[in-house]
């Protein structure tokens, strides 16, 4: 690899126009399929199912058949080249993982977004190839943060991830995130079967945060 921004697929500029990825975190993957529908019905088209979740690939592979191709639908907390086979199996378009593991960035066919929280792992993926770097855990960090490591190392295609808030959404993306990955914050209780309704109102609210950071 080179010192240039590794060049985005087309998956990864998918998500990287959706601004948005919803992470479908819970105990069981049960709500994930009311819930996928209603974030991409309001303009959230990036979405990511932790493996975490019991049920997670049967529900991945029903996102796949129910969502529009505009959808770009991942696996999420992957950690071996077991996880990412199984994910990609089921129907995963790209691959997220909390931590850096440089085999499996090279090692998988699909986009893979590592998990890094120092200047020197979020280079060391980009020269593995990663399309875009996961910032993880965000919240501990702060786009003020991502904006002095940005300054030198601009190559980089940053995807900051835990913690991230609606209301700070556009800060990020002024920072020089591409996107960013938001879990509780966005999905709430409906996950567990909450309102979808709250649901449907938080992610009109996050689409115009990345709207309004782009405009």
Do not use: C
Not at 50 to 58: D, P, S, Y
Not at 109 to 136: D, I, N
């Amino acid at each position: 690899m080179t010192d240039e921004s590794v060049p985005l697929d087309a998956v990864s500029a998918a998500v990287v126009r959706s601004g948005i990825v919803a992470i479908l975190r819970a105990p069981t993957a049960d709500y994930f399929a009311a819930v996928a529908e209603v974030l991409a019905g309001n303009g959230i088209t990036a979405l990511e199912v932790t493996l975490t979740a019991r049920g997670a690939l049967e529900a991945l592979a029903g996102l796949r058949r129910q969502l529009p191709a505009s959808v770009a639908v991942g696996a999420g907390t992957v950690l071996t080249a077991d996880d990412a086979k199984a994910a990609a199996d089921a129907g995963a378009e790209f691959l997220v993982s909390p931590v850096f593991d440089p085999d499996l960035v090279r090692g998988t066919a699909l986009p893979f977004y590592p998990g890094t929280s120092t200047p020197t792992e979020m280079y060391a993926a980009h020269l593995a190839g990663a399309p875009l770097v996961k910032v993880f855990p965000a919240s501990g960090l702060g786009p003020d943060w991502l904006r002095d490591v940005r300054a030198p190392l601009p190559q980089v295609n940053v995807m900051p991830t835990g913690g991230v808030k609606i209301e700070d959404i556009a800060d990020w993306l002024f920072a020089g995130a591409r996107a960013v990955g938001v879990g509780g914050p966005l999905v709430g209780d409906a996950v567990t079967g909450g309102s979808l309704t709250a649901l449907a109102a938080r992610a009109r609210h996050a689409v115009s945060a990345v709207a309004f950071a782009r405009s």
